[in-house]
T-cell receptor
Framework: GAGVSQSPRYKVAKRGQDVALRCDPI?????LFWYQQALGQGPEFLTY????????KSGLPSDRFFAERPEGSVSTLKIQRTQQEDSAVYLC?????????????FGDGTRLSIL | GESVGLHLPTLSVQEGDNSIINCAYS??????FIWYKQESGKGPQFIID?????DKRQGQRVTVLLNKTVKHLSLQIAATQPGDSAVYFC???????????FGGGTRVLVKP
């Protein structure tokens, strides 16, 4: 079956531009997560949705980062006024239900490079 | 392609030998643990998980051991194959939330 799909796979932007990253979770999955992975490090949590509700955004590094999931399926992570330190791989993950001990399934990420 | 984990600890293992990857976790309240495998240019791939009420779980060629006393997790891979070459991450989930907290990762290199 189809896994988590992310687009674009690569994004290059100039410092100061806005970017939008898309995540299509596994069909029917209630929970959706965004993580940021710097080169050579493990993923770090950004935000979590249960259906359309954003239940945890404690990992968003600044108010330039914004995520939404308006219909409880596809999610978009938007970064405004990008800076060089935003360069990283942005990973999306989904899991079947909320508030349970089940594995999160990851997409292949969007590699963002800010020039 | 780009490399995940340029400065990670590296475990070199001969093809056919067993591999053991270790992970120390920090939160004594964590109730769920997962091992992921990440190949270059790809997202983390689920390998095996274990809940805090267990101390061992086995899958196909993999075993996870959990020692809550010393907050230690390990992944054993039996008969390591070239396709096992990747970066391996452990992750923990706190009882109160849903987010995963990842460890620093270990690169496994399988020598033919």
């Amino acid at each position: 079956g189809a896994g988590v799909s992310q687009s674009p796979r690569y994004k290059v932007a100039k410092r100061g531009q806005d970017v939008a990253l898309r995540c299509d979770p596994i069909s029917g999955h209630v929970s959706l997560f965004w993580y940021q992975q710097a080169l050579g490090q493990g993923p770090e949590f950004l935000t979590y949705f249960q259906n359309e509700a954003q239940l945890d955004k404690s990992g968003l590094p600044s108010d330039r980062f914004f995520a939404e999931r308006p219909e409880g399926s596809v999610s978009t992570l938007k970064i405004q006024r990008t800076q060089q330190e935003d360069s990283a791989v942005y990973l999306c993950a989904s899991s079947p239900v909320g508030n349970s001990n089940q594995p999160q399934h990851f997409g292949d990420g969007t590699r963002l490079s800010i020039l | 392609g780009e490399s995940v984990g340029l400065h990670l600890p590296t475990l070199s293992v001969q093809e056919g030998d067993n591999s053991i990857i270790n992970c120390a976790y920090s939160n004594s309240a964590s109730d769920y643990f997962i091992w992921y495998k990440q190949e270059s240019g790809k997202g983390p791939q689920f390998i095996i998980d274990i809940r805090s009420n267990m101390d061992k779980r086995q899958g196909q060629r993999v075993t996870v051991l959990l020692n809550k006393t010393v907050k230690h997790l390990s992944l054993q891979i039996a008969a390591t194959q070239p396709g096992d070459s990747a970066v391996y991450f452990c992750a923990e989930k706190g009882a109160a939330g849903n987010k995963l907290t990842f460890g620093g990762g270990t690169r496994v290199l399988v020598k033919p």
